[in-house]
């Protein structure tokens, strides 16, 4: 008779409409495994007469101070609320990659403001490789193909997201891989965690302050002479300048003070 579909239906008839009538993964929380997803398979199955998800991923809940983040409770985090905030997108997308989607992740902003500053500073750090000349090349190095497999095993694990940004951390601040491969093995890896790296770009050149080139010049000399008390000294003093000194392995840079 005359109605409107059903919660289950809705999502058998939406999923057959653009994926077709047998799929791989079908994601959805872990409330909806007893009643929604059972009702979805049974009337899908029924239907077509032939198994219709290989795979079923079910996330943990999102809690808050006050329990389970649900609309019904009241205020309820959207992207939109985040942004007003002063956090990008991909602030919230690295909070969430830094739990594993069968543990229950507790948000709060300070945890928030953490990944906010961890994806910055790998910003900053691809913007210094690249300002080094840094390029996009295959990967032929074992200590870099080594690498690539760890978060290959990490991802390839039921999707284990946080074993995968330590090894992303590892090559940050491994100086023994050149700058091309620490740049490759990080586009590659944003292949999966999806945090828009590959959109960076180098900074913009700006005129530097001729005394601190000839005090950067000075720290290298130190360095090479393996004068540490006297390289430290001279980064101090380009810090009082302004300037941050960024030792990558293509050699050191100047980023300006934020």
């Not at 999806?194 to 000075?218: C, I, M, N």
């Amino acid at each position: 008779g005359r109605g409107f579909p059903g919660w289950h239906i809705e999502c058998s008839a939406m999923s057959m409409t653009y994926l077709g009538e047998r799929f791989d993964i079908h994601c959805g929380g872990i409330d909806a495994i007893p009643v929604h997803h059972t009702n979805e398979i049974a009337q899908s199955e029924a239907a077509t007469g032939a198994k219709w998800v290989n795979y079923w991923l079910h996330g943990e809940f999102l809690l808050d101070e006050t329990g389970k983040m649900s609309k019904s409770g009241g205020e309820f985090l959207t992207l939109s609320f985040l942004k007003e905030k002063g956090f990008d997108p991909m602030d919230y997308r690295y909070f969430t990659l830094g739990g594993h989607y069968r543990s229950q992740l507790r948000f709060s902003f300070e945890s928030l403001a953490a990944a906010k500053n961890a994806r910055g500073n790998i910003v900053k750090h691809i913007r210094g490789l690249l300002k080094a000349g840094a390029e996009e090349t295959g990967l032929s190095g074992e200590k870099a193909l080594g690498y690539r497999q760890a978060f290959l095993d990490a991802v390839r694990n039921d999707l284990n997201t946080p074993k995968a940004l330590s090894t992303l951390w590892a090559v940050v601040k491994d100086g023994g891989l050149t700058a091309d491969e620490q740049y490759s093995l990080l586009i590659f890896f944003d292949t999966v965690l999806g945090l828009g790296l590959d959109e960076v770009t180098a900074p913009e050149d700006r005129e530097v302050d001729p005394e601190a080139l000839r005090l950067l010049k000075e720290r290298n000399e130190a360095k090479a002479a393996r004068d540490w008390d006297r390289a430290d000294g001279l980064r101090s003093r380009l810090l009082e300048l302004g300037y941050v000194v960024k030792d990558l392995p293509g050699g050191s840079v100047l980023e300006e003070k934020m």
